[in-house]
């Protein structure tokens, strides 16, 4: 009975134990939050559905103006991996695009109205070459087909790229890499050679070792010619002879790592390019050369001269006579005013027509007479088209030619959005691709350009508009029903003059909310960058869409506001922009009550993310944020100066090399390194292992330190990417660390540790 009664007890008890332990184990799990998941609901803009839209490139148009190649690149999750198309389209707005699947990859391009030549990777791994193809195109008004390709001919390597046909010379100009000897042919027998060299060390003798995400290995960008030429029967056929125009000049061109097509242009007898001067060391000068060169490599001749520094985006005008290129004066200064320089090749006479204009071009185009030039040019936040018409050729080659109306006024063709891939038609309509910050690029066509021009030439006190048709919608199936925010501007005192911003806010927001919403704000690279109304992959309406008022501001160093506030940044990194920063902060929350400042985030990237690690260490400015993300961000800018890829960078920014007293002093003065003890903001930290601009171990300096300090911190590195985020996987994992971070600390259920 006794026994009975114990046991009975005992059973009671551990009864009782199990429900205590169910109910704890319930009040816990209630507790802890569930696993985080990015938002993916139909009407927002999930970052996997960023990632897997028609990524479109410039349009390429054929001789006659009437259609357009459009390389279109889309990514799967379903099986990981990029898929290559191209849409082929009449330069008529609501005409749907033929698309061709290209399974293989490959670059396309016309040569002539109705045949397309596609160059392909083939063969094995040890015997690849490149083969091109011919593809005739057929276009009724209803109707657009292909026919079957043709081999033609092929390249002895696999680098070919950035072909540009002159169909009258049957020369075919493009650019490849090389060795020294300057032979295609060769190329792969010097690869075997320096492959199996009976070790793995890189020698240098002089700058760059290594460049972007790259080491520096024997061999160069080069460009070349070979013949093309069509046959009597009708069909096209690639020689076997390939001339490298450069060879025995220390040339190269395209420049690395981000030259292209926009590097060099064609006439009927001659290529012009840009090239680093090749007496100069490539990491401390920026200066570039322009030179002509005939299809077979003979009559090099350089057309700049004196001191200037970079060169960028030369073009022909279409009858040949005038040739056109972007000129910086400062060499070492990346982001130093760029102007307009007209050459007449009959006169051999160079004169500058922008000399006094407040803005930077990016890149030019002639109108078809060659009697206009028009520019895409970074203004207040946009990308827009501006227009001149080419004064008369002056007697004397000059920067500082004597221009008056309507020679000295840029006229904008477009007011909004954000323009590239400028070209001319042959009716003298403009096609270009236009994005923002609601919509990715499509291909629209610009009208009524001959009644502008007229009235310019007039000088009349409001030219008429032109006329906006759209060409393309890649996007709009998959962005059918998602919220996206069109950007609102705003605008306030800085340090130095009105500074400008912008704000988007996520579904939802209503102007009556009171401390609603919590709010991220980003702050862009460069320092001399901006953000503007364009689409892109550090993307405002991710934020707005994943719960976030996005604020993103344009401090002194931006872009597209004057030359007085680019170069207000030099030398003075932490004062200035922090200033606008914290002023633009403040005017949020004045005018913004529906953000809720103990809910506040940061984030930057390159220049951004050193000045997260800047914020890190002054506390003082006050933002209050919860937490931080440093993408690629600079921790010591001293060692900076003898770390990057790019020396004259550094150089430049501090106004001198990492040692000299002046520079030294104002590196030390605003290096994140020297504020560590004041660390104490959780703080994610990002960084690429192939990135050669700021090197990985400056995050790594990050993370230990604040590791040390005990204070909440994460490190992801990707061993695969360099300075931005090119895999679309790693894009995904890199916008799930983001927020994920974020919501730690800001999310509905957050609570915010100060120390591990």
Do not use: C
């Amino acid at each position: 009975m006794w026994l009975s009664y114990d046991v009975a007890l005992l059973g009671l008890f551990v009864w009782q134990q199990s429900f205590t332990q169910l109910s704890l184990a319930s009040k816990l799990e209630s507790r802890v939050p569930a696993e985080f998941a990015l938002k993916t609901v139909p009407d927002v803009l999930s970052p996997q559905d960023m990632l897997t839209l028609p990524r479109p490139g410039t349009p390429l148009l054929n001789p006659a103006g009437d259609l357009a190649l459009i390389h279109v690149r889309r990514y799967s999750f379903d099986d990981r991996k990029k898929h290559r198309s191209l849409a082929i389209t009449t330069i008529t707005v609501g005409s749907p695009p033929y698309e061709l699947p290209l399974p293989d990859g490959g670059e396309l391009f016309w040569l002539d109205d109705r045949t397309m030549a596609h160059v392909v990777e083939t063969g094995t791994d040890d015997e690849g070459k490149q083969e091109m193809f011919t593809i005739p195109v057929t276009s009724t008004a209803s109707n657009i087909s292909v026919g079957q390709s043709v081999s033609i001919g092929s390249f002895p390597v696999t680098t070919a790229t950035d072909f540009r046909y002159a169909y009258d010379a049957g020369r075919l100009v493009f650019s490849a890499y090389v060795h020294a000897d300057g032979d295609l042919n060769l190329v792969k027998e010097n690869d075997k050679k320096y492959e199996n060299r009976g070790d793995s060390a890189l020698v240098y003798d002089e700058t760059f070792e290594r460049h972007w995400d790259t080491w520096v290995g024997p061999k160069h960008k080069s460009l070349f010619t070979v013949q093309l030429v069509r046959q009597s029967n009708g069909t096209f056929v690639l020689g076997d002879d390939f001339t490298d125009v450069l060879k025995g000049t220390a040339l190269s061109s395209p420049v690395e790592p981000f030259g292209g097509l926009d590097d060099f242009d064609v006439s009927s007898n001659q290529i012009i390019f840009t090239a680093k001067d090749p007496e100069l060391p490539k990491a401390i000068h920026t200066k570039q050369n322009i030179y002509l060169v005939g299809f077979d490599g003979s009559n090099l001749m350089e057309l700049t001269s004196g001191v200037h520094g970079a060169t960028r985006a030369p073009v022909f005008s279409h009858q040949g006579t005038k040739v056109a290129w972007l000129q910086l004066d400062e060499d070492g200064y990346e982001a130093d005013r760029a102007k307009v320089v007209i050459r007449d090749l009959e006169k051999d006479v160079s004169f500058t027509i922008t000399q006094d204009w407040d803005r930077s071009p990016r890149a030019l185009a002639f109108s078809r007479n060659g009697d206009f030039i028009y520019f895409v040019t970074e203004d207040i936040a946009r990308v827009k088209i501006f227009t001149l018409p080419i004064p008369p050729t002056p007697s004397e080659s000059t920067a500082h030619p004597t221009l008056v109306p309507p020679y000295n006024t840029p006229v904008a063709l477009t007011d909004t959005h954000t323009v590239s891939g400028l070209q001319v038609l042959s009716d003298g309509r403009l096609l270009f691709m236009q994005s923002s910050l609601a919509s990715p690029d499509d291909a629209y066509v610009l009208d009524n350009l001959q009644q502008i021009e007229a009235d310019i030439l007039r000088n009349a006190s409001s030219p008429v508009k032109a006329e906006l048709g759209q060409i393309t919608n890649f996007s709009a199936a998959p962005l059918q029903g998602k919220y996206l925010h069109p950007g609102e501007d705003f605008w306030f005192k800085g340090a130095e003059q009105d500074i400008h911003g912008w704000i988007l806010t996520p579904p939802g927001y209503e102007p009556t909310d009171v401390k609603k919403w919590p709010v991220v704000l980003s702050i862009h690279g460069g320092p001399e960058g901006a953000w503007i109304d364009s689409w892109d992959s550090w993307n405002l309406n991710i934020f707005a869409s994943q719960g976030y008022v996005a604020v993103a501001i344009n401090p002194t160093g931006s872009t597209s506001f004057g030359h007085n506030l680019t170069e207000g940044v030099k030398g003075d990194w932490g004062e200035k922009p922090f200033v606008d920063l914290r002023n633009g902060w403040e005017y949020l929350l004045k005018n913004y009550p529906q953000i809720d400042p103990e809910r506040a985030v940061a984030a930057g990237a390159s220049f951004g993310g050193y000045a997260i690690n800047w914020i890190q260490g002054n506390p003082d400015f006050g933002f209050g944020f919860k937490a931080l993300v440093s993408h690629a961000g600079i921790f010591d800018t001293t060692y900076f100066g003898y770390a990057t890829d790019e020396l004259f960078f550094p150089n430049d920014e501090w106004g001198g090399r990492p040692w000299e007293e002046e520079s030294f002093a104002l590196s030390r003065k605003y290096s994140p390194a020297y504020t560590v003890q004041k660390w104490s903001t959780p703080q994610l930290i990002i960084h690429g292992s192939k990135d050669y601009r700021i090197p990985e171990s400056d995050s790594i300096a990050v993370w230990h330190a604040l590791q040390q300090l005990g204070v909440p911190s994460r490190l992801v590195i990707f061993p695969d990417e360099n300075h931005w985020m090119k895999d679309a996987g790693n894009s995904l994992k890199w916008h799930y660390e983001v927020f994920k971070w974020f919501d730690k600390f800001v999310g509905e259920n957050a609570s915010v540790p100060l120390r591990n």
